[in-house]
Nanobody, 123 residues
Framework: QVQLVESGGGLVQAGGSLKLSCAAS????????MGWFRQAAGKEREFVAG????????YHADSVKGRFTISRDNAKNAIYLQMSSLRPEDTANYSC????????????????WGQGTQVTVSS
């Protein structure tokens, strides 16, 4: 059974930074692409960032490019999302996920999800 547990969310002022972490267990972590999704209240879920199994390839949505950075540490079975220059529109519940399929760009489907961590950016 794969388990994904996020941490690091919270309340931050616009322009601030947060780093989200996702700890994985129950599978050979380094074999899988991973990603971060977010869902704001009343909006569809958005694929924010993806990272290949080795970490060699990364994708960031246009909405976060240049501000967010996805990374992973396969020795620690963890992925991260460093978020800076946060904006009120970044307010959402952020979930990490194991990617079942991914085109290396903006299309991905996931088969395992974490419970999510809330990020709230005040203006």
């Amino acid at each position: 059974q794969v388990q994904l547990v996020e941490s690091g969310g919270g309340l931050v002022q616009a322009g601030g930074s947060l780093k989200l972490s996702c700890a994985a267990s129950g599978a050979i972590f380094g074999n899988y692409h991973m990603g971060w999704f977010r869902q704001a209240a009343g909006k569809e879920r958005e694929f924010v960032a993806g990272i290949s199994a080795t970490g060699a390839s990364r994708y960031h949505a246009d909405s976060v490019k240049g501000r967010f950075t996805i990374s992973r540490d396969n020795a620690k079975n963890a992925i991260y999302l460093q978020m800076s220059s946060l904006r009120p529109e970044d307010t959402a519940n952020y979930s990490c996920a194991r990617l079942f399929s991914w085109d290396g760009k903006n299309w991905a489907t996931a088969d395992y999800w974490g419970q999510g961590t809330q990020v709230t950016v005040s203006s």
